[in-house]
């Protein structure tokens, strides 16, 4: 049993994929915000989306973990595969997806808990720790790749949302890497931050890549050529080209692409 | 440019700001008229509430002493035990009627040398009915007292009390037949000799209510009691009702011309009249569940009707002010659903619910119009906790049914009592209210 599923993924990831998307559409009510998008996610890899505002691509992020279930009107076809199990099956729990699929949302929000709290919450929940002495690895382990670890290590009882606005979103970050996912989704991670808290996170994201796929939708530009290897550019709900951040940045394909990266359109 | 001066030291391009141009003037008018509205409306807002205040404890603090005569009674075998074996059982056959003359002679030896035209059998027009039953609820108690000379704290009728007051003067009682101006004279003099007092009256807080012929003995303990077993009932029931059924609409259920209709009807019912859900409780609890009349249980079911719209509106409202970022939070890091709302919406929500939850108990409490259709006017002449008063299924009446009670009886020393009550209704709201407070402040201090 074991040995078939190995074989599965073993078929459905060459060149490591992680994610594969095939058909995807989604609906707002009447409103078709993702029409027919195909992309494969490769592992331990930084993939940006972009796009102008309203082009589907946070849609798109919130589908892969299913954090569109809780949009009443919102209908998703296709389907999304990580590890080559669809992830919209009737058996799969979103609640057990989410664990797997880490997010990080736009606005820094942490628990009004302590710090401590907000790092445990996800261990805890999972069963992760067996007992204190665990769990308080986890949490510095946690806080340790959210790079905010010697800023918070001496008021780990202190509340989280007393944080500076960067610090905030980095121990969002350590929150999300704390329940041990494999695939971490940010959206607009940096757009309540200041320059000097982008850059902090932005190398944190470098570093994550060695253990996590990573996806990462943002506004801007410069962002996604600064910490991608893969970008997506979306367009009114179209994925409109994908591939090597380098040659999106230097080479686009599409007419469209070139003109949103020369500023242009969007 | 054409009126700038050349060179000096305030350079103008159109108006100088140093003047107030129309425009500014008339809005600056409108706003200073607005904050004038404003400060006009708190004023009279206070007055209001000023008087009131006022009116109440000045008419309800008298409620809260009463007068009392000493008299020294002498117990005299003779009347009390004939037989002389201290048999209880015959004891007990001499009615509060067989009492009257013992008390009656001690108010004679007590008004000794004082010169008034009163005959000697009308002198216990000063004292409570009550007066007998004190004295012969003593002797049953303690039979091996009879034959001696004991010392009682009696009750004075409500006139005296009310002239010991300042409620009474002399040409009010020119056609009372309960009380002489004769009477009053005597009072003086026993005032004067230490006789006649007025002090605390506990037994307004903590005694029953009496008969129409005896305000001086009335007291609201009882019907406190029956509105507390009423709030038990209704915090056990609406609270959980309530939250459960403001989370689940608020939280899990779909959105749907059906939860749309819900919604609307829990709005709708929050304004239905309360005498409304007093007719209901009636029918349903009374005439179709055959639950006891005039219980508590009963009033408790009724007020819980009419609590649980406030209770799940307020909770749905303070569910609602939760930022929704906080559940992406939850979910994000794989929480379930109920886990997200139970482990941090909820906390959040919690001051705002209770705040909802103690306002919604005080508007039951304060309630008056579903207990008169539910039978809790009754007055109940027994004393807790020997009495009838020991639970949720016994009769009983309810803080503002006992004020309204009082309020409609024709005795002057009824309306003082109710202006007392009031009181005590108030001091009620205004421990909940800070409870209230008290729990939304350790509930936000947290964070």
Known sequence: ?266 | MTDATQGGPIRTKGKSILELDTRTKKRNAAEARFKGYGIAAICVSLFFLVSLLVTIVSNGVPAFTQTFVNLSVTLDEAKLDKNGNRNIDEIKKVSTFGYKPLINAALVSATDGIETELTDKDLDKILSASAGAVVRDHVIANPDMIGETVEFRLLTSSRVDGYMKGRVVREDLARDKNLDAAHLDLIDVMAERGAVQRTFNWDFIFGSDASESRPEQAGIGVSMLGSFFMMLVVLALALPIGVAASIYLEEFAPQNRFTDLIEVNISNLAAVPSIVFGILGLAVFIQFAHLPQSAPIVGGLTLTLMTLPTIVISTRASLKAVPPSIRDAALGVGASKMQAVFHHVLPLAMPGILTGTIIGLAQALGETAPLLLIGMVGYIATNYPEGVTSGFLDPNSAMPAQIYEWAKRADPAFYERAWGGIIVLLLFLLTMNLIAIILRRRFERRW
């Open chain 1, 1 to 266: 049993m074991e040995d078939m599923i190995q074989m599965d993924r073993a078929m459905s990831t060459e060149q490591d994929i992680k994610i594969s998307a095939n058909g995807v559409q989604v609906y707002y009510g009447e409103n078709h915000a993702i029409k027919d998008v195909n992309v494969e996610i490769q592992d331990k890899m930084v993939t940006a989306f972009i796009g102008p505002s309203g082009c589907g691509k946070s849609t798109f992020l919130r589908c892969i973990n299913r954090m569109n279930d809780t949009i009443d009107i919102c209908r998703v076809e296709g389907d999304i595969r990580i590890d080559g199990e669809d992830i919209y099956d009737a058996r799969v729990d979103p609640v057990q997806l989410r664990a797997k699929v880490g997010m990080v949302f736009q606005k820094p929000n942490p628990f009004p808990k302590s710090i401590y709290d907000n790092v445990a919450y996800g261990p805890k929940i999972h069963g992760l720790a067996r007992n204190k002495a665990e769990l308080d690895e986890i949490v510095e382990k946690a806080l340790r790749r959210g790079a905010i670890w010697d800023e918070v290590k001496d008021r780990l009882h202190a509340p989280g949302t007393g944080l500076s606005g960067g610090q905030q979103q980095r121990l969002c970050i350590a929150r999300a890497v704390a329940t041990e996912p494999e695939v971490l989704l940010m959206d607009e991670p940096c757009s309540a931050l200041d320059p000097i808290a982008t850059a902090q996170v932005e190398e944190l994201i470098d570093e994550l890549r060695q253990n996590y796929s990573v996806v990462i939708v943002t506004h801007s530009m410069q962002q996604a050529a600064r910490v991608s290897q893969r970008t997506a550019f979306f367009h009114l709900g179209n994925l409109v080209e994908f591939g090597d951040t380098d040659k999106i940045f230097t080479n686009p394909e599409d007419p469209r692409t070139e003109s949103y990266i020369s500023g242009r359109i969007g």
